[in-house]
């Protein structure tokens, strides 16, 4: 596993097929800006559940595309929202917003790689 992707469980689980990991990061890249939004509109509001859901929601897609370190960030602000303890969360976010650009340039070189592998 690299620091990034656990590329090994991301290959078995999409049984490398450069299509479906091209499809699910296109739904990544579209939903998880608005994604973090959510969450970060939620802090603003001190609104501890529905932080608590929208960080579900991305992790739920980090976790499908075995991006562990950052679904561990996004089960932290899960955690505190679902705890209604928001001070840390802004600087939670923000690691987990740092996060983020390392798993979209992961996930397109993983793809070009599978794509070249298959023409």
């Not at 939903?31 to 579900?56: K, Q, Y």
């Not at 705890?83 to 650009?101: F, H, Q, T, W, Y």
Request: a negative charge.
């Amino acid at each position: 596993m690299d620091d990034v992707l656990d590329r090994p469980a991301l290959l078995e689980r999409i049984e490398s097929d450069a299509d479906l990991l091209g499809t699910l990061v296109e739904l990544y890249e579209m939903d998880s800006p608005s994604m973090v939004a959510e969450m970060r509109s939620r802090i603003a509001s001190h609104d501890g559940e529905g932080l608590s859901h929208a960080a579900h929601k991305l992790k739920g897609s980090l976790l499908t595309l075995s991006a562990v370190e950052a679904a561990d960030n996004a089960l932290m602000l899960e955690r505190m929202g679902r705890e209604n303890r928001l001070d840390g969360a802004e600087a939670a976010l923000a690691a987990l917003e740092a996060a983020l650009p390392r798993v979209s340039e992961a996930l397109a070189q993983l793809h070009a790689q599978l794509r070249a592998t298959r023409d």
